[in-house]
């Protein structure tokens, strides 16, 4: 039996991985993958923890299937040809980000062409997403609108009314449920109402909702217990208001304007709950914040379908 010298890495840190050697690189992200068995690896087709390993390859025989595989066969990052250093790396250089990292900044760091870092990019970002998070308790719920500018026309037009050259089409609605120094879930629909299914679908039965004036949110009166608060008249009425859900629409205008600059309405949820996943666990060490993105990567299966096919 082959004995793989793979000690958990306690600190992962920017710095941290840079000093690493390639062979390090390699046995941390082991000892993330194959966590229960001390980074010993198991076949991820029979599950037979007897392997041999092929030193040119850089990959393992199972003794048991005789299967080829490597560490991140059946993983999200499964046939890429990123090395396991760049990939630690990556996931650093991801996480560091407050408000993410675009791809261009990611390809800059990486010195990888634009695409190749957006496809890693968002394999990281689908290891953030949280299919199913569930919020309980008082929830907030509001909606803001992103994207779908319009470019007037350069003259004014017939009748002395300025029309618009062009119109783009993906203008979303993101609508965020969160709790008050909890969790936060974000829906993307065109409009503020094709995310109430989903919404809820997300809060247990009890829930306390605060909400805006919007005539959306009327029918989860019928779930649920609804406070309101008109903002033509106040921010805050008998307690309730949504504060926690405009801070959230702040930090999202700011990483669209900031970090990526244009978002894909296609991409957009997966974006919106990136920040989400930011925001809920800012508190977090870093080295942890980083081991648990890498170990959500290094799940044997994908954790939606979704996003990548
Ligand atoms: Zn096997």
Not at 71 to 85: C, R
Not at 116 to 135: I, Y
Request: proline share 2%; charged share 25%.
């Amino acid at each position: 039996m082959v004995d793989f010298d793979c000690s958990a890495s306690a600190d992962l840190s920017l710095v941290s991985v840079a000093r690493m050697s390639d062979e390090d690189a390699r046995n941390a992200l082991m000892a993330l993958r194959w966590a229960s068995s001390n980074g010993r690896p198991i076949c991820p087709r029979c599950g037979h923890d007897e392997v041999y390993f092929r030193k040119s390859r850089r990959t393992f025989l199972c003794k048991r299937c005789v299967k080829d595989f490597s560490i991140v066969s059946g993983t999200i990052f499964a046939f890429s040809k990123v090395s396991a250093k760049d990939l630690l790396l990556a996931a650093c250089l991801f996480v560091g980000g407050a408000k993410g990292v675009s791809g261009l900044q990611l390809s800059r760091y990486m010195g990888r062409q634009y695409k190749s870092s957006f496809v890693l990019a968002h394999k990281m970002r689908e290891a953030m997403q949280r299919p199913d998070l569930g919020l309980r308790g008082v929830v907030q719920v509001d909606g803001c609108t992103i994207g779908g500018y319009r470019l007037a026309a350069n003259a004014v037009g017939e009748f002395g009314k300025r029309y618009y050259q062009k119109k783009f089409g993906n203008r979303r609605v993101v609508v965020v449920a969160r709790e008050p120094f909890g969790n936060t879930k974000a829906f993307v629909g065109k409009k503020e109402s094709d995310s109430l299914v989903a919404v809820s679908e997300t809060l247990a039965a009890d829930t306390i909702i605060q909400a805006d004036g919007s005539r959306a949110w009327n029918s989860l009166a019928r779930q649920f217990d609804l406070m309101r608060v008109e903002h033509d008249k106040a921010y805050s009425e008998n307690g309730a208001h949504t504060n926690w859900a405009e801070s959230y629409f702040a930090l999202l205008r700011k990483m669209q304007y900031g970090i990526h600059h244009q978002i894909g309405a296609q991409h957009l949820e997966a974006y919106a709950n990136e920040l989400a996943w930011r925001q809920d666990n800012r508190e977090m060490k870093e080295s942890e914040k980083i081991t648990f993105l890498l170990t959500r990567c290094l799940r044997v299966r994908p954790i939606t379908s979704r996003l990548i096919t």
